[in-house]
């Protein structure tokens, strides 16, 4: 049977439950992100776009660009209960969901042809449902392979609906550029551009012998189907992230255990931001430490109760950490936090709800400031305690 997979993703999500719950900001150009010094763009609705603005810009690049812009640090709380209702729709519409982020995820729907008159007709239905139950635009894509699926939602964002049929594969993908394939990032369009090769077409009409010589066998097998868009991988429920982390390698080998602990609280709070943005929490957390010789240790911990809690991240890892021996008189080069275990909040709150109310108050606030500051400037402890 053949496979057709719809990718859904929301129109300028943050921005647009903004201007959902504020009249005054329709139609005009909204910015959520940290409005600190330092803060960057979260997203801009697509009025900001038009001036230039988009996700990732330094905050001071869009006022400059945007000077009559509505400028918002947003509320991720009020963001993940909205996120929570798209996918409580996309459930109606597939057994097999697949999340990707807050605000888009990958649905199969091989084999549904019965349940509908049509694919189109399908996706209009889906659309229509998510509008009904959060009054948010959404863009979507079917083709029959995630790949395609998530490249037709965007090619006509906003309220995008693109089909990608068998036979108009190869004429879709050709004049786009390689960037457009998921996972060419910046280094390997750079690469690419070495070997001359823009467009998708241009990829897929090289010596498969030229790309493994010079991007890897792994890579170029890779890239070559892709290029032909052929993506065999399955749309996986369960799957959706196992683990979330940051690590650090220092510029300089740290020894103090006071800048052992300065570092284990920044990452602390990185996994925690990370986490809480994508609406999960972490049942183990683990440490990576390693030393200026290269060994390298690993220790984990499973904690009663699942947490997105920077501080109990960070107590967590101290105590993993101090059941490291440091070789003598050697440096730390790199430290790293993970949580892994992962389950939905919903999930979740169902342990000691009072607790995890208040305590998503405080980081709600934390979060507030984060979306500020930048998630570069943290709060550090004085905040938490
Ligand atoms: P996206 O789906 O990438 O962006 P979007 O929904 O705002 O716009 P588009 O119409 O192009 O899909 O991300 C979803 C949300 O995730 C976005 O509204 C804000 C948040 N986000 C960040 O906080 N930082 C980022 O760098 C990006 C890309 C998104
Ligand atoms: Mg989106």
């Known amino acids: 049977m053949d496979r057709w997979i719809l990718h859904v993703d929301m129109d300028a999500f943050f921005a647009s439950v903004e201007q959902r719950d504020h009249e005054e900001y329709r139609g005009k150009p909204v910015i959520v992100g940290g409005l600190g010094p330092r803060g960057v763009v979260s997203t801009a609705s697509y009025e900001a776009r038009r001036y230039g603005v988009h996700s990732a810009m330094p905050m001071a690049t869009a006022r400059r660009l945007c000077r009559d812009g509505i400028f918002l640090s947003g509320s991720y709380e009020t963001y993940r209960a909205v996120s929570k209702k798209v996918f409580s729709v996309l459930s109606r519409f597939s057994p097999v969901i697949e ?3 807050i605000d888009e995820g ?32 959404a863009s979507v894509g079917i083709a029959p392979n995630k790949f395609l699926a ?15 049929e068998k036979e108009d594969i190869m004429r879709v993908l050709s004049p786009l550029p390689v960037r457009r394939i998921w996972g060419v990032g910046k280094k390997m369009n750079e690469r690419l551009a070495l070997l001359g090769i823009k467009t998708i077409g241009e990829l897929a009409n090289t010596d498969i012998k030229i790309l493994e010589e010079n991007l890897g066998t792994h890579a170029a097998r ?24 940051r690590e650090e390698t220092f510029t300089e080998d740290i020894y103090k ?7 284990l609280l920044y990452l602390a709070e990185q996994v925690g931001w990370r986490l809480r943005k994508a609406g999960t929490m972490a049942h183990t957390i683990q440490l990576k430490i390693r030393f200026g010789d290269f060994s390298t240790y690993t220790r984990r911990k499973t904690l009663e109760q699942p947490t997105a809690y920077d501080e109990e991240i960070y107590e967590t890892a101290k105590e993993l950490c101090s059941s490291v021996t440091m070789p003598r008189g050697m440096g730390v080069r790199l430290l790293g936090i993970s949580g892994s275990g992962l389950g939905t909040s919903s999930e979740i709150s169902l342990f000691s709800a009072r607790d995890t109310q208040k305590k998503e108050k405080l980081y709600g606030a934390i979060d507030d400031l984060k979306a500020r500051f930048g998630e570069g400037i943290v ?3 004085n905040l938490i305690r």
């Open 99 to 101: 999340p990707l982020s």
């Open 106 to 137: 990958f649905l199969d729907i091989t084999g549904m042809e019965g349940l509908m008159e049509s694919r189109r007709e399908y996706g209009l239905r889906l659309k229509k449902e998510i509008f009904e139950a959060t009054g948010l635009v």
């Open 150 to 164: 998530k490249l037709a939602s965007d090619l006509e964002k906003p309220d995008g609906l693109v089909i990608i």
């Open 222 to 245: 890779q890239l070559y189907e892709l290029s032909h868009g052929i993506d065999n991988r399955p749309v996986e429920p369960e799957r959706e992230v196992k683990s979330i982390g």
């Open 257 to 263: 255990r006071e800048d052992i602990d300065k570092a």
């Open 379 to 381: 709060t550090k402890g």
